[in-house]
């Protein structure tokens, strides 16, 4: 959560380029933003509530810029509240959580008239503290970053001598290089127009960035290191909204594509997975959100097709099963940033006891894919609404590859996936769309809308929700389809909306149960059935049939999104990457 950006350099557009660069990141938070800009004059800041994107700033000469786009943790959506934070000579911009904060500012109330309410402002005031006391900037952060508990990256400049100060533990941070700029980010899109090479900084390394150089040290050892040049394959376009109104039904339409990029895997990245899982004593499956319910299809994948069961749980409900977590164990993490702090968690728990971490990530630069003995990419490229949907069918695509491949029969599964991703490919037209824009329509106003399904369509149903909350505020919740007559029925009311998925006989007896207590429904499937009142048609894709029920709805949620006056791509409350726990 949280972008942000430096840049330093001999051109004087480094203002310039951070407030542009900063709407690449706007998806990791949009409640307000700040640039710290350092220029003949020394450093000034500008702060504006709301989304950069909205912002604006005026021109200037500056060398050298800091700047944050904020999604709240301490304190409310307020100027005072928004980074950058000053406090004596030194500015700081923070993504993270300061999570002992309370003890120091404390401690501190006498010295220091804060401004704010945030965890952040309190890394600026001890940083001011060291170095009123005559420590140097790296004497200084290091002795601050030992104080802070939780994860961070933090970029910080000092009145005192020109460039950009960085460390980081837990919460990325990337440099780009080359040409007269070197940038800094959480995340490669701030940079990608001016480069596309870079250093990563690991946990508990420390940079800092005078003109066009860098120097690194380890925080915890003071000794120098070197950074390899790294050159990433990404792509300016697909980080671009196009003709496109937003991101999110750019998205949703790339799937015609991203399903047969997401099945094109190198093999023998598919066998080492296979064989790390074939050698394990146990598996985990873990993600968060939407990564969640992927990791909840693959299990029904690995029970359906390989005759195995998998374990799958919430990133951050690992905790209570961490003793099954051994030196035998796989741990399977699926994440479309790769960045999410409740997953890094579990990984950090995994590499501690010995076990081997595997993933599944879109962003083969992030930290997951660079913990991970194999990591397989996605590959469907810059996922940037907040609603995850491309990355969403690229991830169960993936988990129904592995569960071939374990049970040996990769090339049945590829078959399946591919006749998936050519009807997909006929399925999303502008008629279809429209249909389902016209269903979103006679629902736009409902309170609540159900949503069920059984077996593999029971983590759909539960991604359903998820989708259509998230960008309609609507209150939709999930159900597996025989369980709604054991409590949840009781909901049901004259025209309630209830989406069921599949045509099964016992769903839709299921569905019968609903529409006799005054439900209308809306069917998802691949034949129309009398219990329908509205009927989204979905080819019969056999057992990959999650891959392909889950976009009409992805539509349907963007749709009631527009029809309820939301900004699909930054729903409120919300950030694209969690870097928080
Ligand atoms: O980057 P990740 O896949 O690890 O993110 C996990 C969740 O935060 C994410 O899937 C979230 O639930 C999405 N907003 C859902 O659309």
């Known amino acids: 959560m949280c972008g942000i950006f430096g840049v330093t350099g001999t051109a004087k557009t480094a203002a310039d380029n951070v407030f542009a660069g900063l709407k690449n990141l706007e998806y990791r938070g949009y409640d307000s933003w700040g640039v710290a800009l350092r220029d003949t004059e020394g450093i000034q800041i500008t702060k504006q509530v709301g989304k950069i994107s909205e912002g604006t700033m005026e021109g200037s000469d500056a060398y050298e810029a800091v700047g944050h786009s904020r999604w709240a943790t301490h304190g409310g959506v307020t100027l005072d509240n928004s980074h950058p934070h000053r406090v004596g000579g030194v500015v700081v911009v923070h993504n993270g959580i300061f999570e002992n904060y309370l003890s120091y500012k404390t401690k501190l109330e006498d010295e220091i008239d804060f401004k704010s309410e945030t965890d952040s402002e309190v890394i600026a005031a001890l940083l001011h503290i060291e170095i009123q006391n005559g420590s ?8 601050v970053s030992s104080l802070i508990e939780g994860r961070f990256a933090i970029l910080v400049m000092f009145d005192s001598m020109p460039g950009i100060w960085a460390v980081r533990r837990g919460s990325p941070l990337i440099l780009g290089r080359g040409g007269e700029q070197t940038y800094i980010a959480s995340d490669i899109p701030a940079f990608l ?3 596309n090479v870079v250093n990563y ?9 005078h003109g066009v150089e860098v120097d690194f040290w380890d925080l915890l050892t003071g000794e120098e290191i070197e950074k390899r040049n790294i050159e990433v394959e990404w792509d300016i376009e697909s980080a671009d909204k196009g003709e496109h109104p937003h991101f999110m039904i750019k998205e ?5 594509e ?7 895997q190198d093999k023998e990245q598919i066998d080492a997975f296979t064989t790390a899982l074939k050698k394990a004593g146990g598996i985990y499956i873990i993600g968060c959100g939407t990564a969640h319910k992927a990791a909840m299809a693959t299990e029904y994948f690995f029970a359906q097709i390989a005759g195995k069961k998998v374990n799958v749980v919430a990133a951050s409900e690992v905790e209570s099963f961490k003793t099954f977590i051994r030196p035998n164990t796989a741990l399977v993490c699926i994440s479309q940033s ?11 728990y995994a590499e501690s006891v010995d076990a081997t971490v595997l993933s599944i990530t879109n962003v ?5 894919a660079r913990a991970s003995t194999v990591a397989l990419p996605v590959k469907v490229g810059p996922e940037k609404a907040v609603a995850s949907t491309k990355a969403t069918t690229g991830q169960i695509t993936i988990g129904f590859l592995l569960a071939h491949a374990y049970a040996d029969t990769f090339t049945k599964g590829l078959g399946i996936l591919l006749g998936a991703a050519a009807n997909i490919n006929d399925m999303i037209n502008p008629r279809y769309e429209e249909h389902i824009e016209s269903v979103a329509k006679k629902f736009k106003d409902t309170e609540n809308l159900f949503i069920i399904g059984r077996a593999s369509l029971y983590p759909i149903a539960l991604e359903a929700a998820i989708k259509i909350q998230e960008v309609s505020y609507i209150h939709a919740q999930g159900f597996a389809a025989g369980e709604l007559k054991h409590g949840p029925i009781a909901l049901i009311e004259e025209g309630t909306p209830c989406i069921v998925l599949g045509d099964d006989q016992e769903t839709i007896s299921n569905a019968t149960e609903l529409k006799s207590r005054g439900a209308v429904i809306i069917g998802i499937s691949t034949t129309e059935q009398p219990v329908f009142d509205h009927w989204l048609r979905v080819p019969d894709a056999e057992l990959a049939q999650p891959l392909v029920s889950i976009i009409p709805i992805q539509i349907l949620s963007y749709h009631f999104a527009l029809l309820r006056g939301h900004d699909p791509d930054m729903p409120r409350n919300l950030a694209k990457s969690v870097t928080v726990k």
């Open 258 to 264: 991203t399903i047969a990029r997401a099945i094109n």
């Open 364 to 368: 083969a630069s992030s930290s997951l």
């Open 201 to 209: 900084l690991d946990d508990n390394q420390m940079a800092y960035l």
């Open 193 to 195: 127009e001016m480069t």
């Open 252 to 256: 949703i339409l790339e799937q015609k």
């Open 338 to 348: 790769g960045e999410t702090a409740d997953i890094m968690e579990v990984v950090e």
């Open 136 to 143: 140097s900037p790296q004497e200084a952060l290091t002795h």
